[in-house]
């Protein structure tokens, strides 16, 4: 089992509908990443969480330190949101490196 | 601010060559992170550099690869003798400052290597 899963892998969905992506971990962290990764490769970080939630835009990330979850939501969804979405974690005591999900391919028709 | 910048963008190189990638972080970083991405894989933590010092390289395969970050220029992640296994999208991300609890990590556009 991954220490990150991500659900659903694929998703497809029609412009203006409400997105939502979800993130299970299982190892104690200091602080969970969203990514956003684009047809041609490139990668934008989204949010970085430790606790509560953060709005930016029609994105919204929560997480959920007790029941180790969190979730990717997209408002108003729009063709360009079309994007591998990734989770990442890192974990206690100063450590550095990330561990990620395998990624939710979303696609959003027009 | 240029952004990260890593070159080249795709690279090809034959079994048993060597595949040189090239990192420059954002200026005013001095955290260098490399991650691999295999086909139809996630991301995975390679090596966490700052200025001069390997910090953390457990993610690295532990021969043919090496990383660098000289005090002056890019920092350099080497592949010696590569083999078909190792072709990846290579990605490279900074930061100013350790990750911490508000430390934003800036990705680079990757380099694709493709070991015929």
């Known amino acids: 089992k991954n220490e990150v899963e991500q659900s659903p892998q694929n998703l497809t969905a029609q412009e203006g509908e409400f997105i939502t992506i979800n993130c299970s971990y299982s190892?104690?962290?200091?602080?969970l990443h969203w990514l956003q990764q684009h047809p041609g490769g490139g990668i934008v970080s989204l949010f970085m969480l430790s606790s509560g939630k953060k709005k930016h835009g029609r994105l919204i990330a929560t997480i959920n330190i007790q029941e180790k979850h969190s979730s990717l939501h997209i408002t108003a969804s729009h063709p360009r949101d079309s994007a591998v979405y990734i989770c990442?974690?890192?974990?206690?005591?100063?450590?550095?490196?990330?561990?990620f999900g395998q990624g939710t391919r979303l696609t959003i028709n027009p | 601010n240029a952004g990260v910048m890593q070159n080249p963008r795709h690279l090809v190189r034959r079994r048993g060559q060597e595949a040189r990638l090239r990192c420059s972080p954002m200026k005013g970083h001095s955290h260098v992170y490399w991650y691999r991405q295999l086909p139809e894989e996630g991301l995975k933590f390679m090596v966490y550099?700052?200025?001069?010092?390997?910090?953390?390289e457990s993610g690295m395969p532990k021969e043919r690869f090496s990383a660098e970050f000289p005090k002056e220029g890019p920092s350099i992640l080497r592949i010696q003798q590569v083999v078909r296994g190792d072709s990846a999208a290579y990605f490279c991300?900074?930061?100013?400052?350790?990750?911490?609890?508000?430390?934003?990590?800036?990705f680079g556009s990757g380099t694709q290597l493709s070991v015929l």
């Open positions: 190892v104690g962290i200091s602080a």
């Open positions: 990442a974690v890192r974990g206690l005591q100063g450590a550095q490196k990330l561990v």
């Open positions: 991300a900074s930061s100013e400052l350790p990750m911490g609890t508000n430390e934003k990590l800036f």
């Open positions: 550099l700052q200025k001069e010092n390997i910090i953390d």
